[in-house]
Each structure stands twice: as C-alpha cells, then as structure tokens.
C-alpha cells in the first residue's frame, strides 16, 4: 500500500499503464518534478523504489510497468474511481456534520450525543442530537423538507425575556424563557444563545425561523431561508407552557 500512497510513485505508475512505455524525461514530466535542488534527486527515490520492488523495469532508455506494476496501475485506478463518485458526499453529509458537532461542542459545551445520525422530523431529516433531545444539528439542505414548509422568520431582536412559572418535581420554580409575539410557545435561552454565538462566529449571521400557528421545532440557519451554505442548521426543541 506504500506504493499507492505515495502521489509520485501513483502518478509514474499511471503515466506508464497509459502510454506503455515512457523515457525518464516523460516520467520526470508525469510527476510534476524540475530540475532544481532536491526535486530530480527525490524523483529518482521513487523511480528506483518502483524498479526495486518489481513494479517498473527499464528496456533500453524507456520504462515499462511489469506484470506486477500492471495490477497496481488497475488497483490505483479503482481507488481513484470510487473516491472520485464518493467524494462529494462524505464532504458534503455526514462526515462535514460530525465535524460541525465536534466544533459546536468544543466551541459551546453542550454535549452532543456519540451515536450516528438519527432520522427525525417524519423520519426523512437525517440529525445529530444532543444528550437531553432538546437540540439537534442537520445539514442545512434538509430545511426544504416539507416537514419544515409553513415556516417564517422571526426577528431576533424582537424576542422578549420572560418569566414563567413551571412545576418541576411537584415544586414550582421560575423558568426563563424567551418569547415572540407571534408565537404560542418559548424556546430556552440557553441553546438559543449558544447557537447564535456559534452561528455568528462562524458564519457572520444568524436567523431564527418557526411556525407561528403551533408549537413546532426553531431552526436557527446562518442564511435566509432557501439561501444555500454549506454548514449546519440547528434545531431547538420548543417550550410549552
């Protein structure tokens, strides 16, 4: 595996699986090496590792891939083939998003949950949740599901701090909570304020969206909404009261 690892011995490799045979110029061509200090001698490192472990041999003044050399050129191939049609989507799903739940928990301390996604919201929305269930991360793509349709904005600055009061383990204690005048429940400022930080910190911006008719999940996203970016949105379980 040491020889496909290698960028310089995979791109010699290629080169003579393509052409049949190369002389040492093509080859010195083929791997992006000049004839400057160091460059040539490397160049020659790698060409001599191919000839040495029987991948390479030289006929006259040209090279040539062996048998052997044949096989890793098909292998190499193969390799470059599958990332190529899987690249996209590791950079772009699941793996960005555990690198953004990594970065949120870092950044915000609330502990996220260490299992894969889960399916929520209908069971299409693929999310990250953290350990209470009261929050979750989704690429943000996922905001144009139908299960988040009659959604709008609500301005931030216009939230209002208020104070209500909540029964807890058959006692009553103060809960603050935030709240919108054209919402019927609240969200926690805990998780809202942490997002924003996140969001603003990393993005620029933040904007709040929700459904105004019933009490649904707040999506935080660092776009308006159906402006794509490649980030998260974050979900905010809400509170009823």
């Excluded at 979750?136 to 144009?144: A, F, G, S």
Aim: aromatic share 12%; charged share 30%; glycine share 10%.
């Amino acid at each position: 595996m040491s020889i496909a690892e290698s960028d310089v011995r995979s791109d010699m490799i290629t080169r003579l699986y393509e052409a049949g045979k190369a002389a040492y110029s093509d080859l010195l061509d083929s791997a992006g090496a000049t004839d400057v200090l160091g460059s040539r001698g490397n160049f020659n490192y790698h060409l001599n590792y191919l000839l040495d472990n029987s991948l390479v041999a030289k006929e006259g003044t040209v090279y040539k891939l062996t048998d052997k050399g044949r096989a890793m050129a098909r292998f190499i191939g193969e390799v470059k083939a599958s990332w190529k049609e899987s690249e996209p989507k590791l950079r772009g799903g699941y793996i960005s998003m555990l690198a953004y739940v990594e970065d949120f928990e870092s950044e915000c301390g609330i502990r996220m949950k260490e299992t894969a996604c889960q399916r929520r919201f209908g069971g299409k929305v693929e999310v990250v949740g953290d350990e209470r269930d009261i929050f979750c991360l989704m690429d943000e793509k996922n905001c144009e599901d139908e299960f988040f349709s009659g959604y709008g904005e609500i301005p931030i600055t216009e939230l209002k701090l208020y104070i209500k009061e909540a029964e807890w383990k058959h006692e009553k204690h103060n809960l603050y909570v935030l709240g919108h005048s054209d919402l019927t429940y609240y969200l926690s400022p805990h998780y809202l304020g942490s997002t924003l930080h996140y969001l603003q910190q990393g993005f620029g911006e933040a904007h709040l969206f929700g459904d105004k008719k019933k009490p649904m999940p707040i999506i935080l996203r660092a776009r308006k909404w159906g402006e794509r970016y490649e980030g998260p949105a974050f979900v905010i379980a809400p509170i009823v009261l």
